[in-house]
Structure formats: C-alpha cells, structure tokens
T-cell receptor, first 114, second 113 residues
Framework: AQSVTQLGSHVSVSEGALVLLRCNYSSSVPPYLFWYVQYPNQGLQLLLKYTTGATLVKGINGFEAEFKKSETSFHLTKPSAHMSDAAEYFCAVSSYQGAQKLVFGQGTRLTINP | DAGITQSPRHKVTETGTPVTLRCHQTENHRYMYWYRQDPGHGLRLIHYSYGVKDTDKGEVSDGYSVSRSKTEDFLLTLESATSSQTSVYFC????????????FGPGTRLLVL
C-alpha cells in the first residue's frame, strides 16, 4: 500500500520569501511522485514529477522538488514566492507499474502575504 | 490541455435519485480515472478503466458504478445518491510511456440534498 503525508495543511509566506511545502510518502515499490497545483474553482495542473533518473526535478513556474529515497521525501520548493503562487498544492504517489493509481496527500493551502 | 471535458459541471440533486457524470476525452488514451475531492482528504480514487469494458475499483468505490462502452467516454453513476456523495468529482486520463502523467478534467461539483 502507498500513502502520502503533507506536513501543514496551511502555509503562509511573504512575497519574495522561500516556499517550502513538505511531502513524505510510503511505498513498498519504487514510486513515481507528483506535485499538482489547484487554483480556486479549477482542476489540477501538473507542476512536476519524478519517475526515474535525476532526483532533482524542475517544474513550471519556478518550482522544483528533490526525491530523497533515504528520507522518503519529495519536498516542493521555490526560491521566491509570487502572489500568483497562492493556491492549493497536492503531493501524490503511484507505483512504477500497473494501473498508476494516484494516492494523494490531503493538500497544503499556500497563502502569500504582500 | 489534454482534451478532457466533464458534464455536467454543476449538479444539485436529491437523496435517493440516480446521477450520471460523464467524462469525455479526445486523445484515445487507454486509462481513465474517476476521483472525488473532499476537504482534508485530497483526492481519492473511485474507479478506473484500462480499456473499453475494462474497469476496476479504487479506494472509495462503494455506492458508485462505472461504464466505458467507447474509448472516449467514461461514465460514473451514483445509483442512489446520498448526502455523503456531495463532493467535487474529477476525471483524469493517463498519458503512458516516456511522458507518464495523469491529466485532470475541470471537475463536476455535485450537491446531494
């Protein structure tokens, strides 16, 4: 079985500050890991993903995440927050084989303070 | 844009009535999924399909059924809606291979009174 824990249901940062959203996963098989973003009243948009290869992955809008197997983590970072980053962020895990059923964390709502 | 549409986008219904939600894709992907989104739970998988007439259950399948008679359409049916099924429902498709990713539709907001 797989599971995802996102630490902090709400995170608030100042504009220009570092954004760090934490994600830890549990998986008995090599995982595929994803971050999705959801803006109000919209669907989910893929930010970035790790499948194989380089453990530091870069995504859209200046976000990046690092897969750390020893820590079972996949934290999302952005060096400098913009007001437009305010949204809800979801970390998800799936297995590398089979039906690719996504298991999501509960989400982290990011607020940007001017 | 992965060419996914969902209908209806909003629906209000009464307890005990049947409801069918439709997901339509334009790119002939093999896999399609239905998730529900509830506060504090993220998204949870209801059912998925891996081809025409091939479906399987997800984590929260009780009270739901699905059908896929054509590659492009994946239907989710609530046989007898309950208030606990008030939620936002998302359909997703899977792009397989080197670009392995799931892409989500715009969602259907369902209120069961």
């Amino acid at each position: 079985a797989q599971s995802v824990t996102q630490l902090g249901s709400h995170v608030s940062v100042s504009e220009g500050a570092l954004v760090l959203l934490r994600c830890n996963y549990s998986s008995s098989v090599p995982p595929y890991l994803f971050w999705y973003v959801q803006y109000p009243n919209q669907g989910l948009q893929l930010l970035l993903k790790y499948t194989t290869g380089a453990t530091l992955v870069k995504g859209i809008n200046g976000f990046e995440a690092e897969f750390k197997k020893s820590e079972t983590s996949f934290h999302l970072t952005k060096p400098s927050a913009h007001m437009s980053d305010a949204a809800e962020y979801f970390c998800a895990v799936s297995s590398y084989q089979g039906a690719q059923k996504l298991v999501f964390g509960q989400g982290t709502r990011l607020t940007i303070n001017p | 844009d992965a060419g996914i549409t969902q209908s209806p986008r909003h629906k209000v219904t009464e307890t005990g009535t049947p409801v069918t939600l439709r997901c339509h894709q334009t790119e002939n992907h093999r896999y399609m999924y239905w998730y529900r989104q509830d506060p504090g739970h993220g998204l949870r998988l209801i059912h998925y399909s891996y081809g025409v007439k091939d479906t399987d259950k997800g984590e929260v399948s009780d009270g739901y059924s699905v059908s896929r008679s054509k590659t492009e359409d994946f239907l989710l049916t609530l046989e007898s809606a309950t208030s606990s099924q008030t939620s936002v429902y998302f359909c997703a498709i899977r792009k397989e291979g080197a670009q392995e990713t799931q892409y989500f539709g715009p969602g259907t907001r369902l209120l069961v009174l």
